[in-house]
């Protein structure tokens, strides 16, 4: 596989998925939370909605460096597992603080997955914007491709 079809596989994953398990790294140790997201259309930025109360949201302020999982193992857990294809994305949580940005991206977020808006109403809430810095895919149980992200 190519290059450029492996980092077209890694957008695809990002992008036909809306679930994602966020690490974060807190005073106590790794804290791992399940999450919806959205991605930015080239995947350079995954936006999450969270409470400012949360444990995820203390530990991305204390320490910005967070990893991503991203997988399609749904349906494959039986006879396809070998098919299974798994992205670790790592990031930084960089802020948003531009009331038209924050308002475009919580609209990004809710237009991809809109069964959590009326769990993220409440004023809170932060959006989580995560700047994509590299790419993990592991794709079945032998093959790899990693790619760093250029600022």
Not at 40 to 67: A, C, F, L
Not at 89 to 110: C, D, N, Q, S, W
Request: proline share 3%; charged share 25%; net charge negative.
């Amino acid at each position: 596989m190519t290059s450029e079809k492996q980092l077209k596989t890694c957008l695809d994953l990002i992008h036909n998925s809306n679930i994602l398990v966020l690490a974060t790294q807190g005073e106590d140790g790794v804290h791992t939370s399940l999450m919806a997201y959205a991605g930015s259309d080239d995947g350079s930025e995954i936006y999450m909605i969270s409470s400012k109360n949360s444990r995820k949201w203390q530990n991305i302020t204390r320490n910005p460096q967070v990893s991503m999982l991203i997988d399609d193992r749904e349906g494959k857990l039986g006879v396809r597992r070998s098919q299974i294809k798994a992205l670790t994305v790592k990031g930084t949580f960089i802020p948003i603080t531009a009331p038209a940005e924050r308002a475009a991206v919580y609209k990004l977020i809710t237009d991809a997955v809109p069964e959590i808006t009326s769990a993220f109403s409440e004023n809170d809430n932060e959006i989580i914007r995560i700047k994509t810095e590299s790419l993990l895919l592991l794709d079945g149980p032998k093959d790899s491709y990693y790619c760093s992200i250029s600022s």
